[in-house]
Structures are given as C-alpha cells and as structure tokens.
C-alpha cells in the first residue's frame, strides 16, 4: 500500500509570494491533517479534514487555508509569504477512527527568502 | 492548558542502555497519548500509543508508564540500540472528533552510542 504522498519536496519562496502544497492520502483514508515543524517551535497543529469539510483548525493565521478533494487529496496554500513560513510542511493521513493514529508523509521542506 | 511539556531535549545513551523520555501534560481532556519517532528526512512515525485506563503498555523493547494522577507519561526504551537514534514526540488528543488533532511535545533527539 502506498504512503502519504507530499509534493513539491522542497521549495524556495520569496517573501509575498503565495504557494500551495498538495497531499494525497494513503487508500482508503479520508481524514487529511496538516502540521507545521520548525526547530524552535516544533509540531504545530494547522488543521484537519474529514469528508471535505474542515473539522478542526489550530492557531494560525488566515493566510494558512486549505482544503480536501472529494478523492480526499487535499491542498494547502499559504499566502502572502513571510519569512517565518520557513519550515516543514507534513501532511498525515488516518481512517478516523482511533484519535492520534496518523500516518505522516515525508513532508514539504519551504524556504521563504 | 493545551501544551504537553517534554523533557529531556537530548539523550545520549550507550548501546545496551535504557532510555527514558518523560512527557507531562495540563487537559484532562487528552485521552490518547501516542509516541511518535521520527528519522532526519522522514515524517515522524507512530511508536506506540496508550489511553489513560491501563498505567503500562509494551511493544518489544518499547514500552509507555503512564501516571493519570500525576498527569505524567513516559517512554522506555530497552536494551537501546543505534538503530533507535531519532527524535522521539509525546503527543495528546481528546475526543472522537479529534482524530487529526494532535499537541506535540517539543521532542527528544536520542543518540544511541556503539
């Protein structure tokens, strides 16, 4: 069975620009979460999605948004870029049905110059 | 109240030797308490997970205490190998509606040594 799939891998931005990252889940999978890790803040929670609706949502700004296809791939889109985007961008999938069971993808690493 | 604290932020153990994590939490919301380990260039992966109604579950070398009163849970590792060099996160969820949503510890980067 194939993994959490993340693309692009990495990506350089420079600071306005916007940028969307895209996720497909493992089979079968229909909820899509995604997280935000950098060094001095760790793993930061942005939001989730479960039958394309967003079901939870954590503390960023709107410039952070997403959203979850009806063959449960989803997208997000960071937008007018600053220089505290930088960071890893992971994306995980689960079937929804034991809370914190999540399977992770490799992540998309974001340079903001 | 949502923060789990994670504790130490580096470990270095020598090969054979036990390594312990320890992690604390405030919500006595959170009922599920997950370990993830995560290699340099890989998303972090589950370890092994726990609910607050067992005090001690074990998977192989791998094993979570877990102290409800204290609000306190910890990873073991046993008979620590250089295989397991990695950063190690506790995490927290509550609730079934929850299931994507996750509160990270800040991690513990664990250097097994031959």
């Known amino acids: 069975k194939a993994g959490v799939t993340q693309t692009p891998r990495y990506l350089i931005k420079t600071r306005g620009q916007q940028v969307t990252l895209s996720c497909s889940p493992i089979?079968?999978?229909?909820?899509v979460s995604w997280y935000q890790q950098t060094p001095g803040q760790g793993l930061q929670f942005l939001f989730e999605?479960?039958?394309?609706?967003?079901?939870n949502k954590g503390n960023f700004p709107g410039r952070f948004s997403g959203r979850q296809f009806s063959n449960s791939r989803s997208e997000m889109n960071v937008s007018t870029l600053e220089l505290g985007d930088s960071a890893l961008y992971l994306c995980?999938?689960?079937?929804?049905?034991?809370?914190?069971?999540?399977?992770f993808g490799e992540g998309s690493r974001l340079t903001v110059l | 109240q949502q923060q789990v604290k994670q504790s130490p932020q580096s470990l270095i153990v020598q090969k054979g030797g036990i390594s312990i994590i320890n992690c604390a939490y405030e919500?006595?919301?959170?009922?599920?308490f997950p370990w993830y380990q995560q290699f340099p260039g890989k998303g972090p992966a589950l370890l092994i997970a726990?609910?607050?109604?067992?005090s001690e579950k074990k998977e192989g070398r791998f094993t979570i205490s877990f102290n409800k009163s204290a609000k306190q849970f910890s990873l073991h590792i046993m008979d620590s190998q250089p295989g397991d060099s990695a950063t190690y996160f506790c995490?927290?969820?509550?609730?079934?509606?929850?299931?994507?949503?996750?509160?990270f510890g800040q991690g513990t980067t664990l250097q097994v040594k031959p």
């Open positions: 995980a999938s689960s079937l929804a049905l034991t809370p914190g069971e999540l399977f």
């Open positions: 089979s079968g999978h229909r909820s």
């Open positions: 999605y479960f039958s394309e609706t967003q079901r």
């Open positions: 919500n006595t919301a959170f009922d599920y």
């Open positions: 726990i609910r607050p109604d067992v």
């Open positions: 995490a927290a969820s509550s609730g079934s509606g929850n299931t994507g949503k996750l509160i």
